[in-house]
């Protein structure tokens, strides 16, 4: 089996399959599933380890999502979402998700949503723009896709005014100059 190659060059092993578990005869209770596993409490507060639970969940997700795994992807979103409420990450990725699956309006919400939250908050760990320039690129992609221009273009220039280049770009693509400042 050839191995593949990580950034940086360094050799990576394949994964290994992550082994099932036997269906239990009707009445018997299974084990957790993978995902049940990794699964914080509900209820768990914003502390140290929870923190983490949420950063861990949200990488997982990611990771389903790249392997194709959009529906597991999705259901580990949802949970996220029900126990980190606070955490914009987890609604910009189940926006994009809803865009993997082409439920637009789903999408459109989940970006809303982001923008009415803004950027997580710290101890969180969050990439810069998903509650603001990325949610309105975003929104700019879906208006644009769904033939109506104007609201794209007017997405596109918030995120440009946010110093989001590629948002500015596609402003003009459309006939729209973004005033700035």
Do not use: W
Not at 91 to 115: I, K, P, S, W
């Amino acid at each position: 089996m050839k191995k593949r190659k990580a950034v940086g060059d360094q050799p990576v092993a394949p994964a290994a399959p992550v082994p099932r578990q036997p269906v239990p005869a009707t009445g018997e209770q299974a084990g957790p599933t993978p995902v049940e596993a990794f699964m914080p409490q509900p209820g768990a507060v914003a502390s140290a380890g929870a923190v983490d639970e949420a950063r861990r969940l949200k990488e997982m997700a990611h990771t389903l999502r790249n392997m194709g795994r959009y529906l597991e992807a999705m259901s580990l979103v949802m949970e996220g979402i029900r126990l980190y409420p606070e955490y914009t990450d987890l609604y910009f990725l189940f926006g994009t998700l809803n865009m993997d699956l082409g439920q637009v309006r789903e999408a459109e919400q989940a970006f809303q949503a982001c923008l009415t939250k803004g950027e997580a908050a710290l101890p969180y760990a969050t990439t810069q723009g998903v509650g603001s320039f990325l949610a309105h690129y975003n929104l700019g992609m879906i208006y644009e896709m769904t033939g109506a221009p104007e609201r794209a273009a007017t997405h596109y220039c918030e995120a440009a005014r946010a110093g989001y280049a590629p948002a500015g770009v596609r402003a003009r693509l459309l006939g729209k100059v973004c005033r700035m400042g």
